[in-house]
């Protein structure tokens, strides 16, 4: 299993230009979760789902759209790119395991935006 | 909303020498989940506690998880080079609630 990708690893963005950062899992699992991380913010949810079809939003999600059409794919879109979007983006999938979901991490896109 | 603080921020140890992170939440969890993310790397998930006052073990690590479900500690016995990263604490209000992460403890090991 390849577990959690993400692509692309590293992206440079113009203010107000839009992308889509992939991320697919190969775990069957139904969570999954898309976080940004910031210096000493620690990881922030922007939005997840909890099964094909549904989709919810998290703590910081102004800016950003996801789907999730199958059970592997939630990809996130950045509508238009603001400075305040430089981060790291991390994409987490989970199983259900002893009364909670524990999240595997993808490698993560470090994202810019000039 | 839910809020959870991790204490200290950072901290720089001599190898072998004993470290603890703390994190303490606003509500009473469900259950709470420990990450270690090394430098440039990603989150990795350690351990998950759901019992009042459970304790676990993995080899140096210890965590603990209060008996009131608010706060949980991870300890490590005599730090190696290895144990590097940022450690992160992650609670639940409930079982199919979204996580909330503490902003983490920056552990430094000198050799």
């Known amino acids: 299993n390849a577990g959690v990708t993400q692509t692309p690893k590293f992206q440079v963005l113009k203010t107000g230009q839009s992308m889509t950062l992939q991320c697919a899992q190969d775990m069957n699992h139904e969570y999954m979760s898309w976080y940004r991380q910031d210096p000493g913010m620690g990881l922030r949810l922007i939005h997840y789902s909890v099964g094909a079809g549904i989709t919810d939003q998290g703590e910081v999600p102004n800016g950003y759209n996801v789907s999730r059409s199958t059970t592997e794919d939630f990809p996130l879109r950045l509508l238009s790119a603001a400075p305040s979007q430089t981060s790291v983006y991390f994409c987490a999938s989970s199983i259900l395991a002893g009364g909670g979901y524990e999240q595997y991490f993808g490698p993560g896109t470090r994202l810019t935006v000039t | ?111």
């Open chain 2, 1 to 111: 909303g839910q809020q959870v603080m991790q204490i200290p921020q950072y901290q720089h140890v001599q190898e072998g020498e004993d470290f603890t992170t703390y994190c303490n939440s606003s509500t009473t969890l469900s259950n709470i989940q420990w990450y270690k993310q090394r430098p440039g790397g990603h989150p990795v998930f350690l351990i998950q506690l759901v019992k009042s006052g459970e304790v676990k073990k993995q080899k140096r690590l210890t965590f603990q998880f209060g008996e009131a479900k608010k706060n949980s500690s991870l300890h490590i016995t005599a730090t190696q080079t290895t144990d590097v990263g940022t450690y992160f604490c992650a609670g639940r209000n409930s079982g199919y609630s979204t996580l909330t992460f503490g902003k983490g403890t920056m552990l430094l090991v000198s050799p």
